[in-house]
Every structure is written in structure tokens, then in C-alpha cells.
Antibody, heavy 122, light 108 residues
Framework: EVQLVESGGGLVQPGRSLRLSCAAS????????MHWVRQAPGKGLEWVSG????????GYADSVKGRFTISRDNAKNSLYLQMNSLRAEDTALYYC???????????????WGQGTMVTVSS | AIQLTQSPSSLSASVGDRVTITCRAS??????LAWYQQKPGKAPKLLIY???SLESGVPSRFSGSGSGTDFTLTISSLQPEDFATYYC??????????FGGGTKVEIK
């Protein structure tokens, strides 16, 4: 079964850091681009960051650029999001998502995890 | 970044109705558009990719059309399980991708 499982969320004070992880199974992880998407409570979807299959292409939303770092470990079938200098507005459910096509560059997301909640509050 | 504007932001419809949701891009994105369905407390589900390709396992009552800046998602005959929020997403400007604001489909 194709599956993505996020972890690492929690309550954190403004200005602190948190590292999210996404464990992939059921598919050849290193063939696909991966992404982080977040959803603030009661709000819409916001793409956060994406990384190509070989980490050669990485992108960030303007709202997190310079504070968040995406990475992947293909040997461990894992995706990560290092979040620094967290703000109240980063409070959201964070999903990891898989690119649709093998070695896809411009692509939709066909598999999503269930998300991990990040709450930034003092 | 490319902006996506969905309309309407919400709609009320009855079972059996034909429903159309539109998504307009702030600049041309060819056919690099996807549609997702999200139900409360659940992760989004891919319905349509490349503007008009139906994802495997998605009922044929869902269809997508358009290219360039104007796109539509149509549900030909609304079913009870279709009441949800729908989002469009562009992937033309990879790796900086964007979602529309969402359209909530409610029961009339």
C-alpha cells in the first residue's frame, strides 16, 4: 500500500524551531518529487516547499523562504522540513505529498499523508 | 507567483445537479492544472490532472477542461458523497506552485 506518514508536529514557541518528517512506503521513493503543503485551521491549502527526485530542484513559498529548509534521504525513504524562526502564522496542519509521475518536474500530487499539526504559540 | 482565483467560493446544490467550478490563472499555465477534493478532517484527493485527465479510480461524472488561463471542473450529476471543498492547483511555475482559494459545495 502506498503510504505517507508525517511526524514531528507539536506546540512550539514563536522563534523556535521544529523538524517535520515524512516516511514513505509502497513506492520507489527516489523516483518522485515530494512536497510539503499546509492548511491553517479553517483555511485553504498553501504549498510550502517542493524537492525533485534527486534534490536538484528545490523551491519555497515566499512566506517561508529563508526560514524553512526541505530535504530528503532517499536511502531512508524520508522527506524532511526544518522549520526555523517559527511564527504564529505558521500554525497549520502540514501534509507531505507525492508527485504524480516518475521523475516528474511539473506535476500534480497523487498521494497525501494525513498531516501533522504545528501550533506556534507562547 | 501565479495567482489562481476560484469561483464561486461556495455554492449550494441538490443531488443530481450539474455543478461547474471555475479557476482563473493570473497568467497562462498551459494545461498544468489539477483539481482536488477535500472532505472535512481528510487529506485532499486528486481528481483531475493536466487540466482534463481523470485520475485513476475517480468517477467519470467528474471532468475538467480549459487551458491557458481559464479552467473548469464539472460534476455532471452531483452525488451525496461529492459534498466537499474543491481546490485547483497550478504546477506550471515549478517549483513554486499555488492553489486556488477553494470552492465549498454544500447541500441545498
Amino acid at each position: 500500500e502506498v503510504q505517507l506518514v508525517e511526524s514531528g508536529g507539536g506546540l512550539v514557541q514563536p522563534g523556535r524551531s521544529l523538524r517535520l518528517s515524512c516516511a514513505a512506503s509502497g513506492f520507489t521513493f527516489d523516483d518522485y518529487a515530494m512536497h510539503w503543503v499546509r492548511q491553517a485551521p479553517g483555511k485553504g491549502l498553501e504549498w510550502v516547499s517542493g524537492i525533485s527526485w534527486n534534490s536538484g530542484s528545490i523551491g519555497y513559498a515566499d512566506s517561508v523562504k529563508g526560514r524553512f529548509t526541505i530535504s530528503r534521504d532517499n536511502a531512508k525513504n524520508s522527506l524532511y522540513l526544518q522549520m526555523n524562526s517559527l511564527r504564529a502564522e505558521d500554525t497549520a496542519l502540514y501534509y507531505c505529498a507525492k508527485g504524480l509521475r516518475i521523475f516528474g518536474y511539473k506535476d500534480a500530487f497523487d498521494i497525501w499523508g494525513q498531516g501533522t499539526m504545528v501550533t506556534v504559540s507562547s | 507567483a501565479i495567482q489562481l482565483t476560484q469561483s464561486p467560493s461556495s455554492l449550494s446544490a441538490s443531488v443530481g445537479d450539474r455543478v461547474t467550478i471555475t479557476c482563473r490563472a493570473s497568467q497562462g499555465i498551459s494545461s498544468a492544472l489539477a483539481w482536488y477534493q477535500q472532505k472535512p478532517g481528510k487529506a485532499p484527493k486528486l481528481l483531475i490532472y493536466d487540466a482534463s485527465s481523470l485520475e485513476s479510480g475517480v468517477p467519470s461524472r467528474f471532468s475538467g477542461s480549459g487551458s491557458g488561463t481559464d479552467f473548469t471542473l464539472t460534476i455532471s450529476s452531483l452525488q451525496p458523497e461529492d459534498f466537499a471543498t474543491y481546490y485547483c492547483q497550478q504546477f506550471n511555475s515549478y517549483p513554486r506552485l499555488t492553489f486556488g482559494g477553494g470552492t465549498k459545495v454544500e447541500i441545498k
